[in-house]
């Protein structure tokens, strides 16, 4: 539905047939998405997103909003969503009280060298009560996570990725662009967990890690774009003590053709 103040989409998608009887454990998402246009130089969004397991104790809700501004140079959005419902973790049903939020901005100087400088703050929810039947843990159902979370995909299946603690990722990106088609920039996260995890020798640590990203671009023609990066993540005490001392090095090269 369209209309001069909002644009509403409804979906519902199927996502799994388990082929009982009576569609039993079938797993189905779908909600409602509202874009309004109230606001000048804003982009502003309201969702509710709703994923459930036919016949059996899930049903887990997901409502927030973004928002969007573009004031001349500086960009900046903010997000928030807060999840509830039932869940099940090992056969116990648990009542879903999670939430995340996020703020970035960023500037472009109008300059030769068209720097962009820009930072931001996410925040996923985690647990630190297993015990207490309620599920803290938010999770980003079918999100894009390379896109925000690091190029080295530590953080793409949320929260099993977190081992349920939660995210809290700090981040700063700068880029020049020092002729028209080429773009230089590098990218830096804080990685830890919104919970503290306590280990068994007595030591508690809330930090993943980190990790610092140089990429590049090249518009080498209209039809064809060469973009490349290389990655470094070092290992934080919780990464440290469940996946090793060792940092971690990633690199790539890629070539977007359009035709």
Not at 55 to 73: H, K
Not at 139 to 152: D, Q, W
Not at 233 to 250: A, E, H, Q, V
């Amino acid at each position: 539905y369209k209309s001069l103040s909002v644009d509403i989409h409804l979906m519902g998608f199927q996502i799994r047939e388990s082929m009982s009887p009576g569609d039993s454990f079938d797993n189905t998402f779908g909600g409602l998405w509202a874009e309004l246009k109230t606001f000048k130089n804003y982009k502003t969004d309201i969702f509710l997103l709703n994923e459930n397991v036919a016949n059996s104790d899930e049903s887990r809700y997901t409502a927030g909003f973004y928002v969007q501004g573009n004031l001349r140079s500086f960009k900046h959005e903010l997000e928030f969503a807060y999840q509830f419902g039932n869940t099940l973790l090992n056969g116990t049903k648990l009542d879903v009280a999670a939430f995340m939020a996020a703020f970035n901005a960023s500037y472009i100087f109008d300059t030769e060298l068209k720097p962009v400088v820009s930072a931001g703050f996410d925040y996923l929810s985690g647990d630190d009560k297993p015990f207490d039947n309620k599920y803290n843990v938010f999770n980003t159902l079918y999100a894009t996570n390379h896109k925000f979370y690091g190029h080295m995909d530590y953080f793409v299946n949320i929260p099993q990725s977190t081992y349920g603690l939660g995210l809290m990722d700090a981040h700063a990106q700068a880029a020049i662009n020092p002729w028209e088609p080429l773009k230089i920039g590098v990218n830096a996260h804080l990685f830890n967990s919104s919970v503290e995890v306590e280990f068994t020798d007595g030591s508690a640590s809330s930090s993943f890690g980190t990790e610092f990203e140089l990429f590049g671009s090249l518009k080498y023609s209209d039809n064809l774009d060469l973009q490349g990066g290389i990655s470094l993540f070092s290992p934080g005490d919780i990464f440290k003590k469940l996946r090793g001392d060792d940092s971690s090095y990633w690199g790539y090269l890629m070539a977007v053709v359009n035709l």
